[in-house]
T-cell receptor
Framework: KQEVTQIPAALSVPEGENLVLNCSFTDSAIYNLQWFRQDPGKGLTSLLLIQSSQREQTSGRLNASLDKSSGRSTLYIAASQPGDSATYLCAVISRFGNEKLTFGTGTRLTIIP | DTAVSQTPKYLVTQMGNDKSIKCEQNLGHDTMYWYKQDSKKFLKIMFSYNNKELIINETVPNRFSPKSPDKAHLNLHINSLELGDSAVYFC??????????FGPGTRLTVT
């Protein structure tokens, strides 16, 4: 059974700093890994999708990496801004999971102006 | 030009009532999902439909019945609502195992 863990559960950093969010998963047989952000009381916004054959994906100030063999992914946010404050969720689609996303517990990020 | 839409956004009802949540996607995807986000903000799959066929049913009580009239719609009907059903319900869609797009969520409160 796939399990996804995100550490830390909460993170506060001053504006302008670079930061890394971590995600780990127990079963490396995945199709892809997806990073989302969720603002309070809102839905999920897809940030990046990394396919199992890829090592990383970039979108603007965001860079996500994937190390499938060790069951880890990181989301790197450069030059953080107050607008980056949100909960960040990672989720994987397992090869034997009927295409469902298995979510981590999330990291609540606060950028301090 | 909303990609995945859900109605209603908020739903407040009493225990024992029956209610429905509707979802529609205009992305042309062939797979749709229902996820539940509990009070601790943990998201978990409930159901998945591919081309109107049920492919995932994650040990959800049979008071919950999804219905997919066509590829673009997936509705969720809940019978005999209980306090523990209070949560945010998210609809999502994808083209098979590719990127999933989520709706804005329906916050259900059972009193």
């Amino acid at each position: 059974k796939q399990e996804v863990t995100q550490i830390p559960a909460a993170l506060s950093v001053p504006e302008g700093e670079n930061l890394v969010l971590n995600c780990s998963f127990t079963d490396s047989a995945i199709y892809n890994l997806q990073w989302f952000r969720q603002d309070p009381g809102k839905g999920l916004t897809s940030l990046l999708l990394i396919q199992s054959s890829q090592r990383e994906q970039t979108s603007g100030r965001l860079n996500a990496s994937l190390d499938k063999s060790s069951g880890r992914s990181t989301l790197y946010i450069a030059a953080s801004q107050p607008g980056d404050s949100a909960t960040y969720l990672c989720a994987v689609i397992s090869r034997f999971g009927n295409e469902k996303l298995t979510f981590g517990t999330g990291t609540r990020l606060t950028i301090i102006p | 030009d909303t990609a995945v839409s859900q109605t209603p956004k908020y739903l407040v009802t009493q225990m024992g009532n029956d209610k429905s949540i509707k979802c529609e996607q205009n992305l042309g995807h062939d797979t749709m999902y229902w996820y539940k986000q509990d009070s601790k903000k943990f998201l978990k799959i409930m159901f998945s439909y591919n081309n109107k066929e049920l492919i995932i049913n994650e040990t959800v009580p049979n008071r919950f019945s999804p219905k997919s009239p066509d590829k673009a719609h997936l509705n969720l009907h809940i019978n005999s609502l209980e306090l523990g059903d209070s949560a945010v319900y998210f609809c999502a869609s994808s083209q098979r195992e590719w990127e999933q797009y989520f709706g804005p969520g329906t916050r259900l409160t059972v009193t």
